[in-house]
């Protein structure tokens, strides 16, 4: 049996945005040092409903609350074939859900978070694209790519992304930080060739790897270091130390140092589908990539992205099944569209 729901006031930082959905908002709360001595979870969900007195607006990431909670253990159904509410829950690392309760205390307090700071610059780049994009229906998805707000994101469309198997392409990860990195590795090499024909003495290879690195984190910082964002680092960060130290490994090799890097920084990740899916689908894409190589000709860029979409698709369908009953036959011709739309276009 659960122990009785307790009604207590907490502190904390709002690093995420909040999830409208009718009736409440829904944010997990950072709570403070002070709050956690008194034995309340590091990490809350939080649930504001209309009944509890809410403000004109929603918190926003980068804010203190003090809020009066009524705290419960974090449960939930786990029916077969269905979604494991508590498992997420624990993936989370959320150690309670709660519901605001109406008091005088509920309000927010003076300053920026110390616990999450690019919380704010989140919160107003939000603003300022939510000010250049509105009423469009891309706005949404320039939110979520940008700085991994998906709140916005309409139920219906995320509906539709699974239904097509293209929901990978709004949860930044090692696609959406290899859209930052190879370009910014790019700019490295153009800086270094510059340095070199100047005089200056540098390694092109090591400065263009930096180069991505720093942008990679910062878009990382940006998107709120999820934990799909966060394995993508550790993988962008491991190839910059093995480049730095001119190491060979072998692809087995950095594949399985880039798992024990993720495991160390995040030892849940596998309880989380996408830390499968993630790393089959590399698995796919080299075996494709190796394949396609030792055939006797090369193939276009056209050729090349039908065979690797069809074997992306065969390569996943255990998994995704085994993980979400069920496979998006469409998820092949509507990725040959979707990819090159989000990564050159949106």
Do not use: K
């Not at 005089?199 to 180069?211: E, M």
């Amino acid at each position: 049996d659960s122990p009785d729901p307790v009604d207590t006031i907490v502190s904390g930082s709002v690093c995420d945005f909040p999830r409208e959905e009718p009736g409440s908002w829904r944010f997990v709360l950072t709570t403070d040092a002070e709050s956690r001595g008194r034995g309340v979870p590091a990490h809350v969900q939080v649930n504001w409903y209309d009944s509890s007195a809410r403000p004109p607006a929603a918190p926003e990431p980068g804010q203190q609350w003090r809020l009066s909670l009524r705290l419960r253990p974090p449960r939930g159904l786990s029916n077969p074939g269905g979604f494991d509410y508590e498992r997420w829950l624990f993936a989370q690392h959320i150690g309670a859900t709660a519901s605001v309760r109406e008091s005088t205390v509920n309000g927010r307090l003076p300053g920026n978070t110390p616990a999450c700071p690019a919380a704010g610059w989140r919160a107003l780049i939000a603003r300022r694209i939510g000010a250049a994009l509105d009423g469009r229906e891309s706005a949404p998805y320039v939110l979520g790519l940008a700085i991994g707000a998906y709140q916005a994101l309409p139920e219906a469309e995320w509906a539709r992304l699974r239904r097509t198997g293209t929901i990978h392409l709004i949860s930044i990860s090692g696609f959406h930080i290899a859209l930052v990195a190879g370009p910014a590795a790019l700019l490295g090499l153009v800086l270094a060739r510059a340095l070199l024909a100047m005089g200056w003495r540098c390694r092109p290879r090591v400065l263009a790897t930096l180069a991505a690195l720093l942008a990679a984190s910062l878009y990382g910082a940006l998107a709120g270091f999820s934990v799909p964002t966060a394995r993508s680092l550790v993988a962008v960060a491991i190839v910059a130390a093995v480049t730095t130290w001119r190491r060979a490994v072998t692809g087995p090799e950095l594949m399985a140092s880039v798992v024990l890097g993720v495991l160390l920084v995040e030892p849940l990740a596998p309880l989380v589908p996408g830390f499968w899916l993630s790393f089959a689908g590399v698995i796919v894409l080299t075996a494709v990539g190796m394949a396609l190589r030792t055939g006797s000709a090369r193939p276009g860029p056209v050729r090349l992205l039908m065979v690797t979409q069809v074997g992306m698709t065969v390569g996943l369908a255990p998994l995704l099944i085994v993980f979400f009953g069920q496979l998006p036959l469409s998820g092949t011709l509507a990725n040959l569209v979707a990819v090159p739309a989000f990564s050159f276009v949106l």
